[in-house]
């Protein structure tokens, strides 16, 4: 299970666009979804500063993830450029994986 984990921080008056943009039913969970190696997103808000958000995305495997991201490249790329007018800041804090 590869689970790549994210950090942001909102822009001002953007938190509730920022909310729905990376929600798990906003635009990046359908194009995940996509692919049925992807096993869910989570969104997550920090409890004392209403900005910072960590995002984990779960995958079956970081192989699969990668050659997603290729193959849907253009997409990708507009998804991106349309979330980074929500944010600040952001950061891939790392990728990981579950210990049984």
């Known amino acids: 299970m590869l689970v790549v984990v994210w950090e942001y921080l ?4 953007r938190i ?3 909310e729905s943009f990376y ?9 995940f ?11 997550m808000r920090d ?10 995305d779960r995958w079956t ?6 050659e997603f991201k290729r ?6 790329r507009e998804l991106s450029e349309r979330g980074a007018r929500l944010y600040e800041s952001e950061a891939e804090i790392g990728r990981f994986d579950f210990i049984d």
């Open 10 to 13: 909102a822009r001002d008056g």
């Open 47 to 56: 409890i004392k500063n209403p900005r910072r958000f960590v995002i984990a």
């Open 71 to 76: 193959e849907r490249a253009p997409i990708w």
């Open 23 to 31: 929600r798990p039913d906003g635009p990046w969970g359908t194009l």
């Open 16 to 18: 509730e666009d920022f």
């Open 61 to 66: 495997s970081e192989t699969i993830y990668e």
């Open 33 to 43: 979804r996509e692919n049925p190696a992807f096993v869910s997103t989570t969104l």
